[in-house]
């Protein structure tokens, strides 16, 4: 303590040499140098913050630039994007109206198939019927063959009986035939006989003569006669 109270001493004793003219002066020159040094601080914050603007500006441009470039890829982007956005709405569009063909295609292909199946289900239906028909008519053949031959059967029986009664009858009729042509016989035989005996007796007549031949002669034709009766008798 005692050491400080004599530097505060001299000091006091220095400062007081100095006049007042030429602490203002120091003051003065100080403040100047201040001021000249607070100066060339804004001079060179100044310049500082001008070169900051400049870089500033000069990155600020570049990202402009880049920012421009990056528009310009985004504008080249959006319109790519558009385009595609554009193709895919075409394609989109072609899809739905091909899916619209599709449907409609499926909803021909459908019917059609409901129409197949209706068809084949009549052609089966037809089928059936006509193999019952089939079977029916196959039937009634069988049957009619069966009458048919079950007629035929009895036409030749009924044929043969009446070939039989036919034969029976003609061999009646022969029989009969035969025996009128024999009766015919024996009748003509004793037509010719009596005309032989008619004749015989007109000549015994016209020959009065001779009596006694007439007589022989009638007894000789009365037994030639009786013989021929008795021949036609054992011929019966």
Avoid: C, P
């Avoid at 804004?42 to 990056?70: F, P, V």
């Avoid at 084949?120 to 028909?133: G, I, N, P, S, V």
């Amino acid at each position: 303590m005692a050491k400080t109270k004599k530097i505060n001493t001299k000091s006091n004793s220095k400062v007081s040499i100095f006049s007042s003219k030429t602490l203002k002066k120091v003051l003065s020159n100080y403040k100047k140098k201040q001021e000249q040094k607070k100066i060339k601080e804004i001079k060179l914050k100044k310049i500082a913050e001008n070169n900051q603007i400049l870089k500033e500006k000069k990155e600020l441009r570049s990202l402009e630039e880049k920012l421009s470039k990056e528009n310009d890829k985004l504008r080249i982007r959006e319109e790519e994007i558009k385009l595609k956005e554009k193709e895919l709405k075409l394609k989109e569009d072609q899809q739905k109206i091909e899916n619209k063909r599709l449907i409609k295609k499926d909803e021909d292909l459908g019917l059609i198939d409901k129409d197949l199946r209706l068809k084949e289900k009549e052609l089966k239906q037809k089928a059936d019927e006509q193999f019952r028909k089939d079977i029916d008519l196959k039937a009634r053949e069988e049957e009619q063959n069966k009458k048919e031959i079950k007629e035929k059967r009895k036409k030749e029986k009924y044929l043969r009986e009446i070939m039989i009664q036919e034969e029976e009858k003609n061999k009646l009729e022969a029989m009969k035939l035969k025996e009128w042509e024999e009766q015919f016989d024996r009748e003509q035989k004793m037509k010719e006989h009596r005309e032989i005996l008619k004749d015989e007796r007109l000549k015994q007549r016209e020959n009065k003569e001779l009596v006694s031949n007439d007589t022989n002669l009638g007894s000789e034709l009365s037994s030639k006669l009786e013989s021929f009766d008795v021949d036609k008798s054992s011929e019966h």
